[in-house]
């Protein structure tokens, strides 16, 4: 009797292994999200970015870069990455290194990610912040969207193998 | 002869090398609890059968759980639950993270009335934000009670007991 008690309530409440569906909701939910932001020029939260300073944009056009707030050469945006830490674990992150334009001093992208939505960027008119780098409620619904699709998925497969 | 100059790439996989995860500052983690009797869900699906389960009942069980906060995947939530900035949530209940910072360590505490097993467990422990965020914070359903729990999360120095002072008249 407390053996089968035992048995069954491990099955009612599993732990579950979604290492595989953790790391394709980072490649294809969590980056693109992020992504799609930056280039939009909104934050993570939705909301847009206050508009560049007009002498930003020009500094920005005399170089030929980019004029979104959070792309000028493409770098930042190119590094998003992820990695599997281990069972259950998957970290996305920014990866590289870059050299600022000019030549100065490299930095890492994952230290300009920091300046931008941390330590905040110097202007005339005080520090800026770009809260670019998270997981947005967006992502959150289609990483839950995806684990429903993932459910029906493999019942479906296992449908196919009783008939067989 | 002049040395050969390093291409971009050697330079690159060289820096790329040398960065380690505990100096990256902007880190998204997806993760949850993993025990070596993990299941995948198609392995939960299968024990089910053999269990006797019907698949339109195994479906209706995970999708259940799933889309109404239910504990089988309650720490899958918490690992794609929005954030804003890097990984650490804006728990408007807690209140304290915007005070006392996230390098701050909290702790669990439970009322200690009616708590639940889960919550008892928790009550006393001292983590960070980011380990709490992790194992589940309140109401984020990864305990019994659900959002029902009335536990809270406060600054590890904050719970200490003031000793009485009695003043002499």
């Not at chain 1, 947005?136 to 839950?144: F, G, L, N, Q, T």
Request: glycine share 6%.
């Amino acid at each position: 009797m407390n053996l089968s008690l035992k048995v069954e309530g491990e099955l009612l409440e599993p732990d579950f292994d979604l290492t595989d569906e953790l790391e394709q909701i980072a490649e294809r939910i969590v980056i693109p999200d992020i992504v799609a932001g930056m280039g939009s020029s909104t934050d993570i939260s939705d909301l847009p970015y206050a508009p560049l300073a007009s002498s930003t944009i020009k500094r920005k056009l005399k170089l030929g870069l980019n004029t979104s707030t959070l792309i000028a050469t493409g770098q930042l945006i190119s590094s998003l990455r992820h990695q599997v830490l281990g069972k259950n674990k998957v970290e996305v992150f920014l990866g590289g290194i870059r050299s600022s334009f000019h030549g100065e001093d490299v930095i890492s992208n994952d230290a300009l990610g920091d300046i931008l939505q941390n330590q905040g960027v110097r202007t005339k008119s005080g520090k800026r912040y770009f809260e670019f780098f998270g997981k947005s409620k967006r992502s959150e619904d289609r990483a839950i969207k995806f684990l429903e699709e993932k459910i029906k998925e493999e019942i479906e497969n296992a449908r196919k193998e009783t008939i067989r | 002869m002049p040395e050969k100059k390093p291409s971009d790439k050697e330079i690159r996989d060289v820096y790329d090398g040398l960065v380690d995860r505990e100096t990256r500052t902007l880190s998204l983690l997806l993760a949850t609890k993993a025990t070596k009797t993990s299941l995948t869900l198609k392995e939960f699906i299968q024990s089910r059968l053999l269990a006797g389960s019907t698949l339109e009942n195994i479906e209706q069980q995970l999708l259940d759980d799933l889309l109404n906060n239910g504990r089988m995947f309650s720490e899958f939530r918490s690992a794609v639950k929005s954030t804003a900035i890097g990984s650490v949530n804006k728990v408007r209940d807690a209140g304290y993270v915007s005070s006392f910072g996230i390098d701050t360590k909290y702790r669990w505490s439970a009322v200690l009335v009616n708590t639940c097993p889960d919550c008892l467990e928790r009550h006393g422990q001292v983590k960070t934000w980011d380990e709490w965020e992790e194992i589940g914070l309140p109401r984020t359903g990864a305990t019994v009670c659900r959002d029902r729990c009335h536990c809270v999360l406060v600054p590890s120095d904050f719970a200490s007991i003031e000793p009485i002072k009695r003043e002499k008249k």
